[in-house]
């Protein structure tokens, strides 16, 4: 796979590490609660179609990455640094 | 019709004309006592020993392609009972001891081999985890040795003994492991199913839950509204998309595993190899295909195929391994979408909505549990207690935190 | 001898080579199975199940009979296509699967037992009684089954890989795909055209026709030449585009040396991962024979193969230039062979073609609106039976070509899943939508399969790429090809009695297609894997799309109702070692050293693999016999006086920022932000599910400056986490992170006389305890200058440091304190001393801290602050995480004689030794030469509270069990003062 890196281009899947679901970037607050903790921590939607996951440039520049992928085809749609995302629901 | 040893030559001598359909092709009826979805290994094991253990004739199993094609039709057919934890080790070996007796209970020989498995130790510490782990087998009344190096050479000389980056220090060893014909096991559950009066019911995609007043009320199909008074959903790879049509977000994600099969040779490799440290798993199947695998591909995926990083990465700790192969050939590769549970085990329990229930979260390791997994869901089904050897495989031990995380991995799916 | 005048072998030149041992004679250009068929030699194999005499049907890659094991020992390759086995000077091959001599094969009594080996009979028996199945029904089994066999040898060649990136990539450099790869490479695009084959041309070399008034072939050189000329153009001969994956990155091997006798200094093959911005699948098309009665002798072979014999090399495939020959066919197709050999001279008997209008080309013989019903001939075709009119009569024959229509090479445009479709003009499956984003099938491959619709094809299939990748296209003028006749009429196969093969290689008949069918094994998956139709090397290219027509025929349905099957890599065979890609042996993973490496090898130090690290495991020293007594020596050492070890390998990562203290709170489960600078604390880090991951030292260094330190093993994720953390979960935080594990070499200088020799290097800074007390650090200069790092940290229990420098010193470092360090007894300690200290003092490592356990686990709970959030803080008070009542214990042998043995599970004295009594299990263990017995860590039930118990390590896995005594995990010093003096 090719992941289109929104700094340094097309780059190969292998530079990176997976972590999983983008929805780990909203850690809810601590006086959420342990139920908000489960969900978060343990629940996902797991789509087959448009997922929004989270990448890492672990053998390029550390960038975290959030990618939209379509899991039924592999296809991508696009990648953002986590960071601007993180950011903007911040 | 039974078959045997006799029936065989008796058609053969009289042209094959006695054989009949290894099931039938049933209308789906208005109503079933119990419905199982899915078709794959684990739904027809179900299906099964519901007839034949708990006395449930009313059953049918919705497939929305044809028998068998869930992972049971795409994995690489080891059968074992080596787990260290007590949440798993006696439902595994409980699993292996119905795995010794297969054949015999469904009438079709599913080829069943036990020809052992040798998961090899290259390190000091690996060797006490593993011995913590053949201890725990042990315990739990399975079988298990461990290998000193030597031990590990007689056995499997052609191992890469002289010049390996990860010099190989001993095995545990489970004798009574092996494989079995995974397709066959598929089948001869089905056919025993249907034998006992289960309705198998291909083609019949499930697309919605009926629920009222939190109660399971039956299915909506491609093939119209099936009624049920209960409803198991077995349908691994699939868990999250089923489980949504009920509100349900599981503690799984999907995941692409790929195996690999090499052209036919002469008997060559006569057991189960695990190389962890290579991520390279092998063994040779009746018809000489050396069947092979490793790591998960990482990424969430529902497209039942993979990626050249992993294929290379394979035969890299292949080759590393056993250096003989370096001549045979891949043949075929395929994924398998893989349930990818949260803790790295499974889930067998009733669900919020009552008279739904869950059978789900294998991971890369379903097809071991294959027989266990069915009796454990019928005796939920049936009986609304867990099977004793189950009983660990609860929905909430999430949040309750009662995690059974074999690998110590944590919640990260694509670690386990 | 049967090699006729022309085709494009080099006639001049002769290369021997061997088959079955017998010597023979071919020319450059030959494979093995057109050089055997020179020589008359049809018989090449034996089938699988039945044993039954075979012979090449193909003359392509499709091959399912013509199987050899190719060279000998080491380099022995079975299952190699007699059909694509490029001729050498010395070539050796021997046929496969059958006992005595190929001619005499013991094992084809099989075929008389036939009738029992219908599909599927193996499900049905062997069952009883049950002992009998590992002991004696499956070795027979797995010994008739399988092909070639390997040599046992590791494979004694190199191998290779490598990544290639272009605009375009041509696969297959027939018609179509020159065409295209001309048009494109004129444009100016980078283009990769990659073939299997060892020349380029495809069908052109084997079909005889016509380009420009030329002969096709001449063109096809031209073509190639023009393209080898282009530096925006690479050719790719002897090399398989075998899969398509993801985002247009094709996985090809390069057969690189497979040609030579030997590889000399070459790699054997290379495997390219080409990534490419568009693709264009020219890949041909594979003729399909019809399954009649016997259709499997030697001599029995598909038309179109007959005509790529006949125009490529020379050669007739009759056994003698005698032998009549005749073709059956359902289309024009098999009538252009048959006029070819009749120009020839070949005697042809007739054209067999059920069509009532069937034509006739000129020069033989057309038997319209009839059949061939079956065949004799013991090792070779004799004879065919032909039915015409309800007249059945033999007629003698040496060679049949059959022509059952041709299938579009579609295997590349289906890898992703996209199901190809039936289509019914061209009685074939053609890629369907749901194919590889940006591959365009072209030519044969996409039913264009006539020389002139091929090339116009792949120039059309050029300018969708070009107009893609926006570039301009060149003008490309096409040669006039002539129109080969077409027509053909379904005829799947031939009714009747008697054995008809679908599936040569697997032994899959006709019959066994309707025993699944009355088995009600009918949708198409069930029918492979109950037959294992399609399942052999070949994966079924001559026999899917015949085997569905059979079962189609069979229910009544349609040929699309029926099904398709799915094609996955690879399109051919690849070997495990060019998957590989060559890093065997020692080179499968890189090796990281550590700064002192080459010291301690010239120290003669023993070396163990931690993870991807080589670490000194103890230092023996003359006269020591056993390892035991160099770590014992080292341990002592280090409580007598003062120790050497490297720790590089532990993970560093800087953190500096305004906000690194609160960074830090978040990040440990401890607190850090209230560290004072030139202070150090230990610090314990969960996951976020509330267990413990890792833990290490947090140094203060500067206001806005903190030092980390990982273990080994965590080194890499704990820099991945802290990073999402940073960059995810508090982007608002001002703080940075670097890893510094590579930076810095770290050594820890551990015992009462560490202060002594530091003393003697650190550029007199003040070590003593008031200026530098335990859990202090300092940047300082030590040796003259020299920059460095200092801790006073110990886990030793020891009064210890560790003191770090930029890892190109580490060793000038390692070295100085030796020497400096030889009057106090300074000793080199390994990994094994390092075990048995930390042991001693009940510091958690790898054992502890393996994501199974928690902080109260490891007696750390109160480290969690109940004041702050962290991560895993939540979590960590579940119900399940927080009742967990085991506690890591000291454990000692009640008889000091006795052995701790790490893994032995523990019970309570008395309790029955199950899984349902287990209360824990031992960790770690080690000999103390403090205590002078074996000593050992491990988690036990309610540990906190047993302390002075009994317990029971059970180890029956080794048939050991042994008492223990539950004691403090401080075995050394355990009020700590050691470490603050």
Known sequence: MLIPHPLLGLRDAQEFTYLGDAALIGRPAPEAGEAAFCDYVFLRDNPAGIHRELWFHEQGDRSWLVVTRNTLTHEILGAELATDVARRSA | ?416 | MTRIDGGLTDRGTTLGFRFNGRAYAGHPGDTLASALLANGVQLMGRGFKYHRPRGAISAGSEEPNALVTLRSGARAEPNTRATVAELFDGLEARSQNHAGPLERDLLAVNDLLSPFFAAGFYYKTFMWPKAFWEKLYEPAIRKAAGLGALSGLPDPDAYDRGYRHCDLLVIGGGAAGLAAALAAGRAGAEVILADEDFRLGGRLLAEGGRIGGRPAADWAAEAAAELAAMPNVRLMTRTTVFGAYDHGIFGAVERVADHLAAPGGKVRQTLWRITAKRSILAAGATERHIPFRDNDRPGIMLSGAIRAYLNRWGVTGQRQAADPVAIFANGDDGHRTAAQLAARGVPVLGVIDPRADAPNLGGYETFAGAMVTGTKGRLGLTAIEVMRNGRAEWLSCGLLGVSGGWNPNVHLASHHRGRPVWDEDHLAFLPGEGGPAGLIPAGAAAGQGGTAEALADGLRAAGQALGDLGIAPAPVELPAAEAEPARQEAFWHVPGKGRAWVDFQNDVTVKDIALAHRENMRPVEHLKRWTTLGMATDQGKTANVTALAVMAELTGKAIPETGTTIFRPPYTGVSLSVLGGGDTGKAFRPTRLTPTHAWAEAQGAAFVEVGPWMRAQYFPRPGETHWRESVDREAQAVRAAVGLCDVTTLGKIDVQGADAGEFLNRVYANMMGTLPVGKVRYGLMLREDGHAYDDGTCARLGEAHYVVTTTTANAGTVFRNMEFARQCLWPELDVQLISTTDAWAQIAVAGPKSRELLSRIADGFDLSNEAFPFMACAALTVCGGLRARLFRISFSGELAYEIAVPARYGQALMERLMALGADLGATPYGTEALGVLRIEKGHAAGAELNGQTTAAMLGLGRMVSQKKDAIGAVMSRREGVAQDTRRLVGLAPADPARKVVPGSHLFAPGAPEDTAHDQGWITSACFSPHAGHMIGLGFLENGASRLGETVIAANPLEGERVELRVVSAHFVDPEGGRLRD
């Open chain 2, 1 to 416: 019709m039974k078959f045997s040893g006799f029936k065989v030559v008796k058609e053969a001598l009289t042209g094959h004309r006695g054989w009949g359909p290894l099931w039938r092709d049933p209308e789906p009826q208005a109503a079933y006592d119990i419905i199982v979805v899915g078709g794959g290994g684990h739904g027809l094991a179900t299906a099964f020993y519901l007839a034949k253990e708990f006395g449930q004739a009313r059953v049918a199993v919705l497939e929305k392609g044809w028998l068998g094609s869930g992972n049971i039709g795409r994995n690489t057919t080891i059968i074992r009972s080596n787990y260290l934890l007590p949440g798993n080790e006696p439902f595994y070996e409980f699993s292996m001891k119905l795995w010794e007796n297969l054949e015999q209970e469904t009438n079709f020989n599913s080829m069943v081999s036990q020809r052992g498995i040798i998961n090899l130790i290259h390190t000091d510490a690996q060797r006490d985890a593993y011995r913590r782990r053949g201890n725990a087998m042990r315990l739990a009344g399975a079988d298990a040795e461990l290998l000193d190096r030597e031990g590990v050479r007689a056995r499997l000389p052609y191992l890469n003994f002289d010049n390996a980056r990860f010099p190989i220090k001993g095995g545990l060893m489970q004798a009574r492991a092996g494989t079995a014909r995974h397709d066959g096991v598929a089948w001869g559950y089905a056919r025993g199913a249907d034998q006992r009066g289960v309705d198998l019911i291909q083609n019949c995609e499930v697309t919605g839950l009926r629920i009222e007043n939190g109660a399971v009320q039956g299915v909506e199909t491609t093939r119209g509204f099936i009624g049920a008074k209960k409803v198991g959903v077995a349908v691994a790879g699939s868990s999250s998309r089923v489980m949504s049509m009920a509100g349900m977000r599981l503690p799984i994600e999907s995941h692409v595993l790929q195996a690999f099969v090499s052209e036919g040779l002469k008997p060559l490799i006569d057991t189960v190899i695990t190389f962890g440290a290579g991520h390279f798993y092998i063994s040779q199947s009746d018809k000489g295909g050396l069947v092979f695998g490793g790591d998960i591909d990482g990424y969430n995926s529902y497209a039942q195929r993979g990626n050249l990083p992993v294929i290379e990465d394979v035969a890299e700790g292949g080759m590393a391994l056993m250096p003989m192969i370096g001549r045979a050939r891949l043949l075929r590769a395929w994924g398998g979408v893989m349930d990818m549970s949260m803790d790295g085990s499974p889930i067998i329990d009733r669900t919020p909505v009552e008279g739904l229930y869950l059978n789900a979260g294998w991971c890369y390791g379903g097809f071991k549990a294959t027989p266990a997994s069915g009796y454990a869901f019928a005796h939920l089904l049936a009986t609304d207690r867990p099977h004793e050897t189950a009983a660990a495989y609860r929905l909430d031990r999430f949040a309750r935190g009662h995690l059974i995380d074999e690998k110590g991995a944590g919640a990260q799916p694509n670690l386990h």
